[in-house]
C-alpha cells in the first residue's frame, strides 16, 4: 500500500518537472521566434482583432452587472457606519484593484483561452503544424507567437473596459436608483483612488494574467494528443490551470504591490 503510494506520488512528481521542462523550453522558443513578427505585425493585429473583439461582449456585460452588485452590498454595508458617500470609492478601488483584473482573466481564459487552446489542437490533429514544418515554416513563429502576444496586449485593455463599465454599473445603482448623493459619489473617488498606487497596479496585474493565462492556453494546445479526446482534455485543463494561475498569481501580486 505504501510502496503504491510512493510509486504514484514519484510518477507524479515526474511527470511534473517533465512537463515545466517542456513548457519552458517552449516559452523560450516562442520567445525567439517572436523576433521575427517584426516584419508582418498583421498577425498580431488580426489576431488582437479575434481575442479582443470578440470577448468585448462579455467581459463588458459581466463588467456591468459586478458594478451593480458592487453598488448594491457596498451601499447596504457602508449604510450601517453612515459612509455610504464612500460608494464611490469603493467601487472603484473593488475594481481596479483585484475585480477588474482577476474577473476578466477568468473570463479571458474561459472564452478566448479555450478557444487558442482548441484550435491549435485542432491544427495540430488535423497535422496543419506538421505541415507548417514541412515547408519550412516554423508553427510557433506563424501560429503561436502572434495569438500570445495578442493575448498579452488584449487582457490589459479589456480589463480596463472592466472597470470602466463596472464603475458606471455602480454610479447607476448608487446615485440612480438608490439617492447617493453624486457630487459626493465622484469627489470622494477622484480623491481616493491613486493612479500609480492603484490603476497602474491593476493595469500591471491584468498584463501578468495575459501573460500567464494565454500562454498556458496556447501550451496546452500545443501540446495535445492529436485526438478529439486529446482536445477536449487540454480544454479542460486551460480552464483549470489558468484559473488557477491567476487567483495564485494575484495573491503573490497584491502581497507585493500594497504590502
Sequence with gaps: MIADAVSTLGRWVREFIVNVGFATRTFFAMLAA???????PRLITDQIHFIGNYSLVIIAVS???????????????????????AL?????????????????ALLFAGRAGTSLTAEIGLMKAGEQLSAMEMMAINPLQRVVAPRFWAGVVAMPIL???????????????????IGVDEGAFWSQMQAGVDVWKDVANGVLKSIVFGFAVTFIALYQGYEASPTPEGVARATTR????????????DFLLTALMFN
Design 34 to 40: 517572436s523576433v521575427g513578427l517584426l516584419r508582418r
Design 63 to 85: 463588467g456591468l452587472f459586478v458594478g451593480f452588485v458592487l453598488g448594491l452590498q457596498g451601499y447596504y454595508t457602508l449604510n450601517k457606519y453612515g459612509s455610504e458617500q
Design 88 to 104: 464611490g470609492l469603493l467601487v472603484a478601488l473593488s475594481l481596479t484593484r483585484e475585480l477588474g483584473p482577476v474577473v476578466t
Design 159 to 177: 480589463a480596463t473596459i472592466f472597470s470602466a463599465v463596472g464603475i458606471f454599473g455602480g454610479y447607476v445603482v448608487g446615485v440612480q436608483l
Design 238 to 249: 486551460t480552464v483549470v490551470i489558468a484559473s488557477l494561475s491567476v487567483l495564485w498569481l
